[in-house]
Structure formats: structure tokens, C-alpha cells
């Protein structure tokens, strides 16, 4: 049987913010990709080079494991691969010339191939796995072993007689507990756990357990997994979790998919099982305000663990919200904060700035929301189009040469919103300004004299002003 290395192209130390913030998740999608290939009967490697200097320290596994086939899968449940990154993009096309120089077959599976596959085939790359990618890749290295001909291998890009042959689209996989668990026992977790408890004295893990999202916000990450939900049942993530938490011992869980809990009666099976297998742990989630606000659904995440609820609040505009379709309204943003906390759980909130149409009010009507409700975390970006989406298709006639972010801190605008790239990046500076000086007057509100935020509203207060007068010199320089 061919030898296979798997790698993926995410690195943390060429992503700057995200390396600052020293909370590395392992590469799970590669992981499950690496498990699936094993299960199929290959001799499988991995390479993780997620805490990795660059792409030049594969060479030496390449000459080490004499592999016959390169895979290059990325992590589709971690939202940085997700917005194809321009450094990631480098960085793989240098894995894919060292791979080709020791004339290995290589393959492609993520977002950036998949809306670029021409990009990928020109730097050598043999097969590229467009959308969800573990049966075709499956198929495809079988049908390599066996010398048989690809042209009918579903999600497949590739080059033949010098033109790119694109194969029809694979449907989504439905049934998702028939696939392996990840290849955790290929990865060194130790590394990880180091940097967790190092920075924040504590060691997380991530689960993804579904796939897609059936709501119609214009602007989500939907590519891969396209519009359908599916998800694992509740036993099959409880028995990852046993797995992990005996073999590995992590304090904590980030449950990394778009929506956590979406079909019905799953979130109070899931805490049941937590209660019979008198499981501890605690965990962050994604999720909706609409549907945390269904029944039950806040006590049974409280009761099974959950410590942190992000939520897509983005705006506090209703006309922004309305714009974006995404489906909510500011009073269930107001409400589930409210209950989440009555409940001990820490809210964070996702915010955007720059879509289309959005005016000066509909800026201040978002930090006024931010300033009520005070969530726990904000976590502030500009609206980024990503392609195979509604919002991408609105502007892509006013996308400038760069439509991918370098890094994460990028922040660029790639088409033109109300106000310049510049007022948005100071913006983003003022809101966590604003932020941070409500939070520390809030601790000395509460006698609660705590170093850290009393002095980041010392710093913040000044420098708050400055922003404030910049801003409305960018505001009326535009």
C-alpha cells in the first residue's frame, strides 16, 4: 500500500495575533482526515505543523518518510482556514514544492483550493478535493493505488493534457457518526498542553460534531459544508469525549462548530449522558440567540457544563441585521444575555463593522449595545466577503487585487464601505477602549479593586478620546 503523510497548512507563529494569544487548538479536520485514510488501509504519518517555525521543516519529514503521497488538509472546523489566509496559502505552495521535488503525488483539500483550484494545480499540486473532503479522498487515493482512472471520482479537481478537469460536487455526508475518530495518537498533544497551561493555567481541547448551517445569513463561511445541518448523535460525542478525557486529561472543550444544539432535543441528550457517565468538564460553544432562547435549551447547557456562549450578535443595528439576514433581533441578543448569565454562563459577543449600508448611527448603536449588555468577551472584525457566499456575490465587482487577509489582524476592507480601511482599524481600537474602561469602572462600581482592569481604564480613558477625534477626522476626510 502507498505511504501517506498528512499535513495541513495552518501555522500559528506565521499568524501573529493568534499566536499572541497562546491558545493553540490542534489541526481536528486534519486529524479526521488522517483517521479515514488509516481506516482505508494505508500506511499513515502525520506531520503537524501548527506550533511549526514555517513550511521549510517539512523537508526533513519528506526525507525521512519517503512518503508517495502528500496530503494537505486543512482544519474546515477553524474559521482562520476558512477565510484562506494569504500567508497559509504561501505557506502551503512551498510544502507542495518540497513535495514535488521528492515526486510525491500531492494532494488539497481546503477552502482556499477549493475556490482557487487553478492557482493550485499551476504550482503542482495533482489533485485538488473540492468541499467536504474525507470520501473523496478516500476514493481517491484507492483509485491511486489501484491505477485506476480519476474521471469519476466526485469533488475533484485536476490537470490533464494540460486543462484543468473539474469533476461534478460531492453531497455532503449525512451520516456522520460512521466516520473514525480523529487520529488523535498521531499528534503530540503534550506541546499543546504546555502553551494552555503556561499562558492561561488551564488545557483545552476541541470537538466539532456538525456540519453545515441551514440559516440564510448572506455573509457565513458556507463552502464546505454547504447549507445542510447534520451532526453526530449525542453517544458519539460522548464517547470522544470519555476517549479524550481519559487518555488526554483536558480541563476544558471548544465545541467548534457554527451552531451548537440545533436540532431538537439533542442539547438535553447530550447533558443527560454527561450526568450518567458523571463526566466533568466545561466547555465554550457557538451558537444563535434565537435558538438559545428555546426551552430549556440555556438550563441544559448550563447543566452539562458549558462555561462560555459566543454568539453572532454583530450589529446593533436592526436595519444591519436585517441587511445581513441574519435572522435575529437586538431585544433576543438583550434576553439571552440576560439568561445566560442567570445562569453563571460568560457571554461573548461577535461584532462586525463595515457592511453594506452601515451609516455612523448604526456604528453608535452598536457600542451603546456593547455598553449595556457588557457580554464577558468581545471579539470585533470588519465584514469580510468570502466566495460562495450571497454577500461575496453582492460585491466581488468592487474587489481590489487583495481579497484575502494576510494574517488575522489584517483588517482590510476589500470593497468600498461607508468610511476608509484606516477609520475601521481605529475603530475596532475605540470600541475595546470603550470596553475595557466600562469594565473597570463597573469592578470599582462593585468595591472590587482588581489591578488589571482599574489599569486598563486608566490607560484606556485618555486614549479613548484621541480615537473618539481621529475617528471623526477619518469620518469627515472620507
Not at 48 to 64: C, F, M, N, S, T
Not at 125 to 133: H, L, N, S, T
Request: overall charge positive.
Amino acid at each position: 500500500m502507498k505511504r501517506v503523510l498528512v499535513t495541513h497548512s495552518y501555522f500559528y507563529r506565521l499568524d501573529p495575533k493568534q499566536w499572541k494569544f497562546k491558545q493553540p487548538y490542534p489541526p481536528l479536520g486534519s486529524l479526521q482526515a488522517a483517521a479515514v485514510v488509516r481506516e482505508s488501509g494505508f500506511e499513515t504519518t502525520f506531520f503537524d505543523v501548527a506550533l511549526r517555525k514555517g513550511p521549510d521543516e517539512i523537508e526533513q519529514v519528506l526525507a525521512e518518510e519517503k512518503p508517495d503521497v502528500l496530503v494537505i488538509y486543512d482544519d474546515g472546523f477553524n474559521y482562520l482556514t476558512k477565510m484562506c489566509l494569504s500567508v497559509m496559502r504561501e505557506a502551503a505552495f512551498t510544502m507542495i514544492g518540497l513535495a514535488k521535488q521528492r515526486n510525491a503525488v500531492v494532494i488539497i483539500c481546503n477552502s482556499d483550493s477549493s475556490d482557487h483550484y487553478d492557482k493550485y494545480l499551476a504550482m503542482g499540486v495533482d489533485y485538488v478535493i473540492r468541499g467536504e473532503g474525507e470520501e473523496t479522498l478516500r476514493e481517491l487515493l484507492v483509485a491511486l493505488e489501484r491505477e485506476n482512472e480519476t474521471n469519476e471520482i466526485l469533488g475533484v479537481a485536476y490537470n490533464k493534457n494540460g486543462k484543468a478537469i473539474v469533476n461534478s460536487s460531492r453531497p455532503v455526508l449525512k451520516n456522520l457518526d460512521a466516520l473514525p475518530l480523529p487520529a488523535w495518537d498521531l499528534i503530540d498533544i503534550e506541546s499543546y498542553r504546555k502553551i494552555w497551561k503556561r499562558h492561561h493555567g488551564y488545557f483545552s481541547l476541541n470537538l466539532a460534531y456538525t456540519r453545515g448551517r441551514p440559516y440564510k445569513c448572506n455573509w457565513c463561511a458556507k463552502p464546505i459544508y454547504g447549507n445542510r445541518y447534520n451532526s453526530r448523535s449525542p453517544e458519539n460525542v460522548i464517547k470522544e469525549i470519555k476517549y479524550l478525557l481519559e487518555k488526554f486529561q483536558p480541563d476544558h472543550f471548544w465545541m467548534s462548530d457554527d451552531i451548537f444544539g440545533l436540532k431538537p432535543n439533542w442539547i438535553n441528550r447530550f447533558r443527560d449522558l454527561v450526568r450518567e457517565e458523571k463526566l466533568k468538564f466545561t466547555y465554550k460553544i457557538q451558537s444563535r440567540v434565537d435558538l438559545l432562547l428555546e426551552e430549556n435549551t440555556i438550563d441544559a447547557l448550563a447543566e452539562s457544563g458549558a462555561e462560555t456562549v459566543w454568539v453572532g450578535a454583530e450589529s446593533g443595528s436592526q436595519k444591519i441585521l436585517n441587511a445581513m439576514d441574519k435572522g435575529t433581533t437586538i431585544e433576543q441578543i438583550q434576553t439571552a444575555t440576560e439568561q445566560l448569565r442567570s445562569k453563571g454562563i460568560k457571554v461573548g459577543y461577535f461584532l462586525q463593522f463595515g457592511y453594506l449600508g452601515e451609516t455612523k448611527s448604526d456604528i453608535e448603536s452598536t457600542v451603546k449595545m456593547v455598553l449595556k449588555n457588557m457580554p464577558d468577551e468581545i471579539g470585533i472584525s470588519v465584514s469580510y466577503p468570502l466566495p460562495g457566499t450571497k454577500f461575496f456575490e453582492k460585491v466581488k465587482a468592487e474587489l481590489k487585487e487583495k481579497q484575502n487577509w494576510t494574517d488575522s489582524d489584517d483588517l482590510a476592507m476589500m470593497y468600498h464601505a461607508t468610511y476608509s480601511p484606516a477609520f475601521y482599524k481605529l475603530l475596532h481600537r475605540y470600541v475595546h477602549s470603550r470596553y475595557r474602561i466600562k469594565r473597570g469602572w463597573e469592578q470599582v462600581k462593585k468595591l472590587n479593586f482588581k489591578l488589571r482592569p482599574l489599569a486598563s481604564m486608566v490607560y484606556h480613558a485618555p486614549l479613548s478620546v484621541i480615537q473618539s477625534w481621529r475617528l471623526d477626522r477619518l469620518q469627515y476626510a472620507d
